[in-house]
């Protein structure tokens, strides 16, 4: 099931800082006061980068997703050719419908840049979208296709759940 950008940033959220919403257990009355919550809570201004930060980056590529529909390769590259030297800015779009998918990447020429851009840009907005920024990962290579099953000199084919079949 696919879910909306806002969905996504709330499960971003819960997962980089559980302590966000406290959870009751069922045994637990509920008060008629409602739960308050601080600004520096909901919107991470306490710290929680330097308490818990990302790991280095080993490659200078990152990963951005959550790009608006109308966010070009061009707009990407303008917002973060201020971090350094960019190689490429690709925003991934549909083969069919030539639309951008929401998410691109990003390559710059030494791992020092990529990490600030990364420091930079990660969380931001960009043409209305939170847009976050995380290492790319190696793509993995799909399996070798399946061969045609072989007819034999009388024409049947080998089903291998059934057997033979004509």
Not at 129 to 146: G, L, N
Request: hydrophobic share 35%.
């Amino acid at each position: 099931m696919a879910l909306s950008s806002s969905a996504r940033l709330l499960r971003r959220a819960l997962r980089s800082s559980p302590s966000l919403f406290p959870v009751q257990s069922q045994a637990t009355t509920l008060s008629t006061s409602p739960t308050r919550f601080s600004s520096s809570t909901l919107f991470g201004d306490d710290d929680a980068a330097t308490k818990n930060p990302p790991p280095p980056l080993t490659t200078p590529k990152l990963f951005v997703s959550g790009l608006s529909r109308l966010t070009t390769d061009g707009k990407l590259h303008d917002v973060f050719a201020q971090f350094g030297q960019l190689v490429e800015a690709k925003v991934i779009t549909d083969r069919v419908s030539g639309r951008s998918k929401g998410f691109g990447f990003v390559t710059y020429a030494t791992i020092e840049e990529a990490e600030k851009a990364r420091e930079g840009m990660n969380a931001k907005f960009l043409d209305g979208w939170v847009i976050f920024v995380d290492p790319a990962k190696p793509r993995e290579r799909k399996p070798p296709a399946q061969p045609e099953p072989v007819s034999s000199e009388t024409g049947f084919k080998v089903n291998k759940t059934i057997g033979w079949c004509g």
